[in-house]
């Protein structure tokens, strides 16, 4: 398997526009997890699926962030509008079960000027 | 959700030095994962360890369950070992939680 792969690696765009991120879980996961980091705050989850579901959404910083899983093969983190304080670098993570290991992408490094 | 620290934060060795890196957690897991990020950013797994001792190279961790903790060691380190170490953990299905991390950083 190719691993957990995220598209684009890096993002440049200007406040106010909309970005786009996407993700490709490891094939037969059914856990699919959002991260963030940041220099201040860390590395932290914004949201969660489970078989497509979103399980937990707390993390997501406020209403211009959003997420989807339309399959088992697909999920998308949209921002809109975009701001320079959301510039850090998305994680998509995968895991087979709730006990198994979790696998990460290389990551989207996102610049909003 | 679980809290998790570690332990140090930052760490300078000499090349072929050993070290003990620390992680605690707040409350019973049943996932507890080690990652290295190397200088690209990039989250390597090095362990999946809830419980028990496993050794990967120079590399072996260590979880002691019922004390919630976990210890990595890194043996005879080398440059390439420079990077932010991460300790995660979860329990009951939910999410990982990260530690802030031990930046380590090995001179020649």
């Known amino acids: 398997d190719a691993g957990v792969i995220q598209s684009p690696r890096h993002e440049v765009t200007e406040m106010g526009q909309e970005v786009t991120l996407r993700c490709k879980p490891i094939?037969?996961?059914?856990?699919l997890f959002w991260y963030r980091q940041t220099m201040m705050r860390g590395l932290e989850l914004l949201i969660y699926?489970?078989?497509?579901?979103?399980?937990?959404d707390s993390g997501m910083p406020e209403d211009r962030f959003s997420a989807k899983m339309p399959n088992a093969s697909f999920s998308t983190l949209k921002i809109q509008p975009s701001e320079p304080r959301d510039s850090a670098v998305y994680f998509c993570?995968?895991?087979?079960?709730?006990?198994?290991?979790?696998?990460f992408g290389q990551g989207t490094r996102l610049t909003v000027v | 959700g679980i809290q998790v620290e570690q332990s140090p934060p930052d760490l300078i060795l000499q090349e072929g030095a050993n070290s003990t890196l620390r992680c605690n957690f707040s409350?019973?897991?049943?996932?507890l994962q080690w990652f290295h990020q190397n200088p690209w950013g990039q989250l390597i797994n090095l362990f999946y360890i809830p419980s028990g001792t496993k050794q990967n190279g120079r590399l072996s961790a260590t979880t002691v369950a019922t004390e919630r903790y976990s210890l990595l060691y890194i043996s005879s380190s080398q440059t390439t070992d420079s990077g932010v170490y991460f300790c995660a953990a979860s329990n009951s299905g939910y999410a990982l939680n990260f530690g802030k991390g031990t930046s380590l950083l090995v001179t020649p």
């Open positions: 409350d019973s897991v049943n996932n």
């Open positions: 094939s037969g996961h059914d856990y």
């Open positions: 993570a995968s895991r087979r079960s709730s006990d198994t290991e979790a696998f």
């Open positions: 699926f489970n078989n497509n579901v979103p399980i937990d």
